[in-house]
């Protein structure tokens, strides 16, 4: 459990997180989001308080990290694991050195640590390049070593700096595998910092919007994805593309959660509304819950309003499509009129 | 006038031979003491920079104050300055102990420069890695700073040994015993041409044999 609150750090002249309040529940992943220098590393670094807070406070675990000795502080930190933005592995020590320094440190026995070393490169699928240095590895094999030294104290929290940033779809779906597999079997509480919204669709069960040091839009992806006046949900759903649009059609952008709505929507509006041409559609599992986004097309006589309402009524949110603008908006989320 | 013949080329073993031993002797007497007290100083003052793990203004400001000033003067001022020092240790001013003290002090310096600035070399976040996973202090600067600097230390070794060896030829001027001190009494004093090549050649071929196995040794550390 992270539990941020009033959270603020400024250097110098500069506010780089002003007042963050954030919650992260036991076994949650939950999503930073937000352009360069937003402050997402910045918050992660006052998470494991390799950066003092200016104000506010953190509490993970339930204790106050700030307010701890330093005896305590060391201690407490073992129970944060961090994957650090460029891996950062120690280019003098192997792949299964750099996973076995934090249990050396922590004092482990031997035996034990060349097992969990093991354990540990077989979840990241690495055991075989164990005795590589990191000059030796992929950027995404990297990566996973760093990933395998995070969890190598047994965290129950782990903070992911960019963790698949760089990589190719196929080692970053692999990642974002191994990093669901840490909440689902060990109940790891996951704080994923990314600018790739994949990462977000694939894995988080929350997400915040970072901007300027502040969190300017959160919640959870499945509502999040839903709302109709949002750029994170946007930026989290793009429209699938449009082929060219027959003549004589009035454009609606659909989105709908399937938890919410009949799977036989399509025939239902259409009994209502008419003629209903679908145009391109995409639906794809968002935080445990399968959405959709369509452009229909439909008679261009018919009222705005009326048609926002059918799809309200249904659970769908309705926008109609204007020459690269958006006219009337309606939808489970709420209204809006741009 | 006697012509300036020189020592013979069959007698020159032995003379030069013992004098690579004295200086050999006085330069690893020397770098123990550098790499025992320099090290620990350049770690000290890097970690109290702004950069380093316990910054802390007043001791690295010191400290560095006191690193300059071992480099600040010529080795040969340096050497004479410090001769009431090394008379009062050793009761003596001449001989390969005259030499040890003067070279240590500008050693000390050197190393505590070049030990900074090795462990520089090591990025923050590597620091933060062990930070982050509670280690101690000592753990992270042993397992991790001095770790990943070890190419860049012996790389510094090598440059400061290079050094000594100057400085022990320098010392020689002033009765340090060593190749220095032959190639100063016989090469420039009584005009022996044949030891003054002789010292020459050997001094050549000392600092290429140190700094090429320094290299060595350093890329094979380097990953
Ligand atoms: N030690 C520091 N001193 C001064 N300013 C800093 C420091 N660290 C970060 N900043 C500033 O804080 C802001 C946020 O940095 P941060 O690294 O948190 O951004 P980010 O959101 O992680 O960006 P990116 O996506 O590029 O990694 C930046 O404007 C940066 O210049
Ligand atoms: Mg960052």
Redesign the pocket.
């Not at chain 1, 407490?76 to 020590?93: H, M, P, W």
């Given at each position: 459990m992270i539990e941020i609150s009033g959270l603020t750090k400024v250097?110098?002249q500069?506010t780089?997180l002003d007042g963050i309040d954030f919650t992260v529940a036991d076994g949650e992943i939950a999503a930073v989001v937000?352009?360069?220098?937003?402050?997402?590393?910045?918050?992660a670094?006052c998470i494991n308080l390799l950066e003092r807070p200016t104000a506010g406070s953190v509490v993970v675990g339930g204790r106050d990290l700030a307010a701890l000795s330093g005896r305590e502080l060391r201690r407490a930190r073992r129970e944060i694991g961090t994957v650090f933005?460029s891996a950062n592995l120690l280019r003098r020590l192997t792949a299964a050195q750099n996973v076995a320094l934090p249990m050396r440190h922590r004092g482990l026995e031997d035996a034990e640590v060349r097992r969990r070393v093991g354990d540990l490169l077989e979840r990241v699928d690495m055991l075989h390049r164990a005795n590589h240095f990191p000059s030796q590895l992929s950027g995404g094999q990297r990566q996973r070593i760093g990933i395998a030294r995070g969890l190598a104290l047994r965290p129950s929290v782990l903070l992911a700096?960019?963790a698949t940033s760089g990589l190719d779809p196929e080692s970053t779906r692999s990642i974002l595998g191994l990093l669901t597999g840490l909440r689902d079997e060990l109940g790891v509480t996951l704080l994923v910092?990314t600018?790739e919204m994949d990462v977000v669709r694939g894995i988080a069960d929350q997400v915040a919007q970072?901007d300027h040091?502040r969190i300017v839009e959160h919640g959870s992806v499945v509502d999040v994805v839903r709302r109709s006046d949002s750029p994170l949900s946007r930026a989290l759903l793009p429209m699938p593309p449009t082929p060219r649009a027959p003549e004589g059609l009035a454009l609606w952008t659909l989105r709908y959660a399937a938890d919410v709505v009949s799977p036989f929507w399509l025939s239902r509006a259409s009994a209502q509304l008419g003629d209903l041409a679908l145009l391109s559609a995409l639906t794809e599992e968002v935080g445990g819950s399968s959405v959709g986004r369509l452009t229909v097309g439909l008679d261009p006589n018919q009222d705005a309003h009326r048609v926002a309402s059918v799809f309200e009524a249904l659970g769908i949110t309705a926008e109609r499509q204007i020459m690269g603008g958006i006219g009337v908006v309606a939808g489970a989320a709420g209204e809006t009129a741009a | 006038m006697i012509p300036l013949l020189g020592t013979a080329w069959h007698d020159v073993p032995g003379l030069l031979g013992p004098a690579v031993w004295e200086t050999a002797r006085t330069v690893l007497i020397v770098m123990s003491v550098v790499v025992l007290v320099g090290g620990p100083l350049g770690l000290l003052i890097f970690n109290t920079s702004p950069l380093g793990l316990t910054p802390n203004r007043a001791v690295h400001v010191s400290i560095s104050w006191i690193a300059n000033l071992g480099r600040s003067l010529p080795f040969l001022v340096l050497m004479a300055a410090i001769i009431p020092v090394t008379r009062w240790v050793f009761h003596t001013t001449i001989g390969f102990k005259a030499a040890i003290i003067p070279m240590s002090v500008a050693g000390v310096a050197f190393f505590a420069r070049l030990t900074e600035n090795a462990v520089r070399e090591v990025p923050r976040d590597l620091l933060d890695v062990g930070v982050a996973s509670g280690s101690s202090r000592w753990q992270i600067i042993s397992g991790i700073q001095l770790r990943e600097a070890l190419p860049g230390l012996v790389a510094g070794v090598t440059l400061n040994v290079i050094a000594m060896i100057e400085y022990s030829a320098i010392a020689g001027a002033i009765g340090s015993g060593g190749v220095g001190y032959l190639a100063v009494n016989y090469g420039y004093r009584r005009f022996d041409n044949n030891i003054m090549l002789a010292c020459i050649v050997v001094l050549i071929a000392l600092v290429q044999l140190i700094q090429f196995s320094g290299d060595r040794v350093v890329r094979a550390l380097t990953r």
């Amino acid at each position: 459990m992270i539990e941020i609150s009033g959270l603020t750090k400024v250097y110098g002249q500069t506010t780089v997180l002003d007042g963050i309040d954030f919650t992260v529940a036991d076994g949650e992943i939950a999503a930073v989001v937000g352009p360069s220098g937003a402050g997402k590393s910045t918050l992660a670094r006052c998470i494991n308080l390799l950066e003092r807070p200016t104000a506010g406070s953190v509490v993970v675990g339930g204790r106050d990290l700030a307010a701890l000795s330093g005896r305590e502080l060391r201690r407490a930190r073992r129970e944060i694991g961090t994957v650090f933005q460029s891996a950062n592995l120690l280019r003098r020590l192997t792949a299964a050195q750099n996973v076995a320094l934090p249990m050396r440190h922590r004092g482990l026995e031997d035996a034990e640590v060349r097992r969990r070393v093991g354990d540990l490169l077989e979840r990241v699928d690495m055991l075989h390049r164990a005795n590589h240095f990191p000059s030796q590895l992929s950027g995404g094999q990297r990566q996973r070593i760093g990933i395998a030294r995070g969890l190598a104290l047994r965290p129950s929290v782990l903070l992911a700096d960019e963790a698949t940033s760089g990589l190719d779809p196929e080692s970053t779906r692999s990642i974002l595998g191994l990093l669901t597999g840490l909440r689902d079997e060990l109940g790891v509480t996951l704080l994923v910092i990314t600018h790739e919204m994949d990462v977000v669709r694939g894995i988080a069960d929350q997400v915040a919007q970072l901007d300027h040091g502040r969190i300017v839009e959160h919640g959870s992806v499945v509502d999040v994805v839903r709302r109709s006046d949002s750029p994170l949900s946007r930026a989290l759903l793009p429209m699938p593309p449009t082929p060219r649009a027959p003549e004589g059609l009035a454009l609606w952008t659909l989105r709908y959660a399937a938890d919410v709505v009949s799977p036989f929507w399509l025939s239902r509006a259409s009994a209502q509304l008419g003629d209903l041409a679908l145009l391109s559609a995409l639906t794809e599992e968002v935080g445990g819950s399968s959405v959709g986004r369509l452009t229909v097309g439909l008679d261009p006589n018919q009222d705005a309003h009326r048609v926002a309402s059918v799809f309200e009524a249904l659970g769908i949110t309705a926008e109609r499509q204007i020459m690269g603008g958006i006219g009337v908006v309606a939808g489970a989320a709420g209204e809006t009129a741009a | 006038m006697i012509p300036l013949l020189g020592t013979a080329w069959h007698d020159v073993p032995g003379l030069l031979g013992p004098a690579v031993w004295e200086t050999a002797r006085t330069v690893l007497i020397v770098m123990s003491v550098v790499v025992l007290v320099g090290g620990p100083l350049g770690l000290l003052i890097f970690n109290t920079s702004p950069l380093g793990l316990t910054p802390n203004r007043a001791v690295h400001v010191s400290i560095s104050w006191i690193a300059n000033l071992g480099r600040s003067l010529p080795f040969l001022v340096l050497m004479a300055a410090i001769i009431p020092v090394t008379r009062w240790v050793f009761h003596t001013t001449i001989g390969f102990k005259a030499a040890i003290i003067p070279m240590s002090v500008a050693g000390v310096a050197f190393f505590a420069r070049l030990t900074e600035n090795a462990v520089r070399e090591v990025p923050r976040d590597l620091l933060d890695v062990g930070v982050a996973s509670g280690s101690s202090r000592w753990q992270i600067i042993s397992g991790i700073q001095l770790r990943e600097a070890l190419p860049g230390l012996v790389a510094g070794v090598t440059l400061n040994v290079i050094a000594m060896i100057e400085y022990s030829a320098i010392a020689g001027a002033i009765g340090s015993g060593g190749v220095g001190y032959l190639a100063v009494n016989y090469g420039y004093r009584r005009f022996d041409n044949n030891i003054m090549l002789a010292c020459i050649v050997v001094l050549i071929a000392l600092v290429q044999l140190i700094q090429f196995s320094g290299d060595r040794v350093v890329r094979a550390l380097t990953r």
